[in-house]
T-cell receptor, first 114, second 115 residues
Framework: AQSVTQLDSQVPVFEEAPVELRCNYS??????LFWYVQYPNQGLQLLLK??????LVKGINGFEAEFNKSQTSFHLRKPSVHISDTAEYFC????????????FGTGTKLQVIP | ETGVTQSPTHLIKTRGQQVTLRCSSQ?????VSWYQQALGQGPQFIFQ???????GRGNFPPRFSGLQFPNYSSELNVNALELDDSALYLC??????????????FGPGTRLTVT
């Protein structure tokens, strides 16, 4: 079984400030990790993914995340946020085998304040 | 390259009715997954189809069923609708089991309201 915990349901941050959205996971097997973004009334868009290799993963829109196996974390960061980053962000985990069930966290709403 | 499309966009049904939601996968994708996203929650995995066979299922009752067609488009059927079935239903397609091509592409979703 696998699970994802997003510790913050809402994160307000001023424009051009840095932000970190926290994600912790649990799994009994090797995992793939993902961050998705969802804008209002839209589907999910993949920001970045960790499959293997370098633990620092860079994604779209200036976001990056670091996989920390010992702390079972995959926190999302951006050095300077824009108003357009206001959205809900979901961390997700799947097993690294052929079965692609993806387990999502409950989401973090990022509100960028002008 | 056409993305994942879903129809209809919105749907209102009455408790006890049946509903069919449709999904067209991204071109070349042979795997499709369905998710239920209740208001204020993360998506919950319903099931996945790979080359027309159900490949895995989440914790949903049998009244949730699906199909995948030879062109890899898919349907989600829900029988005996309940009020708690009101949610955004998301379809996601991917290239399949190859680890190097794992990324799932999501459609915009179908908003189902059960009254």
């Amino acid at each position: 079984a696998q699970s994802v915990t997003q510790l913050d349901s809402q994160v307000p941050v001023f424009e051009e400030a840095p932000v970190e959205l926290r994600c912790n996971y649990s799994s009994s097997v090797s995992v793939y990790l993902f961050w998705y973004v969802q804008y209002p009334n839209q589907g999910l868009q993949l920001l970045l993914k960790y499959l293997s290799g370098s633990t620092l993963v860079k994604g779209i829109n200036g976001f990056e995340a670091e996989f920390n196996k010992s702390q079972t974390s995959f926190h999302l960061r951006k050095p300077s946020v824009h108003i357009s980053d206001t959205a809900e962000y979901f961390c997700a985990v799947s097993g690294s085998g052929g079965y692609q069930k993806v387990t999502f966290g409950t989401g973090t709403k990022l509100q960028v304040i002008p | 390259e056409t993305g994942v499309t879903q129809s209809p966009t919105h749907l209102i049904k009455t408790r006890g009715q049946q509903v069919t939601l449709r999904c067209s996968s991204q071109s070349g994708h042979n795997t499709v997954s369905w998710y239920q996203q209740a208001l204020g929650q993360g998506p919950q995995f319903i099931f996945q189809y790979y080359r027309e066979e159900e490949n895995g299922r989440g914790n949903f009752p049998p009244r949730f069923s699906g199909l995948q067609f030879p062109n890899y488009s898919s349907e989600l059927n829900v029988n005996a609708l309940e009020l708690d079935d009101s949610a955004l239903y998301l379809c996601a397609s991917s290239l399949g089991m190859d680890r190097g091509r794992y990324e799932q592409y999501f459609g915009p979703g179908t908003r189902l309201t059960v009254t």
